[in-house]
């Protein structure tokens, strides 16, 4: 299940409410294009937004939505108890795994972190996906305490963040994270404009933003990278150079929104106030960026 | 009511549940003591931890157990619609202001966070706190935006992060902050080590951590530096530097938990986990700290 590509769809609301027939549109387009797995309630999916039981019906609409394809569902919170309920309801709902990042409000340390998880992966029925993102929760990983994490009961991968985009440092980077972890622990990419460099390196998994809104767009780069023609895949990560350029610019939440938005795959505004998502004039260069990129 | 010694009580949690009667006993002391203010629910109470439900339930003991003293509730949360509803309970709690940070997940402009105070401004009837936080945040307010929402309907006063030690700088980023805003908004310090530099340089308040839990020992440092006495509250700052000290080191949260549970003010391991408190030897530094420097 952690190999290939994990596509995270957005969470779409419509005047503040889950919008679930869009969100059932969009796991279906991915069941469609042939995705090896779907990442539900992601920092793409606003998990963070979301309370209890808005998160419970997502989760069960992606896992009716998906059919055979694997589900790992997003269970981080800032608070542990809250994190285990979350885990329990994912594992209702029938996902195949889940996923937690190290939410943090006050920041943590080494020990609280490492914590989490013990607590966490204690309980679990499914493997778990340690989510690392450094840009959202504020907390940096070391190797050694991936070393830690991934000993517990359940681990079965980590999400990275982007590595370097010099290929041989990101074979260090990657290389590093590798003797570091048991051989069991899948290492998957993030950050889009990595990806190909990521899989390029020895990454399994590319856990994508924009593949969660126009897989047909990103299918070519992954299986390109995981077939072992690693120039085909870094053409393509050339090809849609704009969009990484967008991301870098607007964040890749906001300007995946927009793509949605712009192709008709949910309502305008979908994201969660206070974001915003992009101005007039950005929404603009999206449209022209769908067209020329051909994003499907 | 923006002027003075603000004090944060922790939220105390017993066994993952809000201790509602240890929080009553931390409120009354602050009222015993003189406070001018008590702040519920603000990074020192936890407020981000806390489910919607456990957050009214502190709000309304705050307000009954504060009496004739103002009580100031935080409402920050990730989503402008749950803010909204947070601020509609602490009103209906009796809170005589509100207090809102941007929190974020996904990093958030300048625009977002406009937008955020203005839709909550719109319909409040007691004053609001803008409460600035990079810290915990991870949003950093520029003078101009400070203006900008200093304009907004309800907007009565600033607490803002530490301001540099040395007076002179102190003197110019206060007087920046103070021409950017109108008058009838009141500048209030926080960072317990920066109240001292912050209270000489013209801020009105201190909006204090340590002083929600031993009001006694922060007050002399307060009334003097209101008073004009620049010198005694900058020697009342020194005297308790080691206590900063350990604040700098473990975060202010973390040290003001171990000294409330030293003084038998709430039951053990009150702060919700994955935050852990300090280790045993940190523990017991903090118990040689309570005892030097006369902490009540």
């Not at 590509?5 to 549109?25: C, I, V, W």
């Not at 390109?224 to 023609?229: H, M, P, S, T």
Request: glycine letters at 8%.
């Amino acid at each position: 299940m952690f190999t290939g590509l994990s596509a995270f769809p957005l969470t779409p609301l419509n005047d503040d409410r889950f919008d679930e027939q869009a969100y059932t549109g969009l796991v279906t387009r991915l069941v469609e294009a042939g995705v090896d797995s779907v990442g539900a309630l992601g920092s793409t999916g606003s998990y963070a937004y979301l309370d209890r039981e808005e998160r419970g019906r997502v989760a069960r609409a992606a896992v009716r939505s998906a059919g055979e394809v694997p589900v790992i569902v997003g269970i981080g919170a800032l608070r542990t108890s809250l994190v285990r309920a979350l885990a329990e309801d994912a594992q209702e709902a029938g996902a195949a795994a889940v996923m937690l990042a190290p939410v943090s409000y006050q920041q943590l340390t080494d020990e609280e972190v490492f914590g989490l998880y013990e607590e966490v992966t204690a309980d679990l029925s499914v493997p778990l996906v340690v989510y690392d993102n450094p840009g959202t929760t504020h907390f940096t990983f070391s190797n050694g305490l991936y070393a830690r994490i991934a000993e517990l009961p359940n681990v079965a991968a980590i999400k990275i963040p982007p590595v370097p985009l010099d290929p041989s440092a990101a074979r260090e980077r990657v290389g590093a994270i590798r003797e570091a972890v048991p051989d069991h622990v899948s290492i998957g990419i993030s950050g889009d404009s990595a990806a190909a460099t990521g899989l390029n390196s020895g990454c399994q998994a590319w856990y994508s933003v924009v593949g969660g809104t126009v897989p047909d767009t990103v299918l070519p780069l992954a299986r390109a990278a995981l077939n072992g023609d690693s120039a085909a895949a870094v053409a393509e990560s050339e090809r849609l150079k704009p969009l990484w350029e967008m991301f870098a610019a607007h964040g890749s939440l906001r300007v995946t929104a927009a793509i949605a938005e712009h192709l008709g795959l949910v309502a305008p505004h979908c994201l969660p106030r206070p974001v915003l998502g992009l101005s007039n004039a950005d929404r603009e260069r999206v449209a022209r960026l769908a067209e020329e990129l051909h994003l499907a």
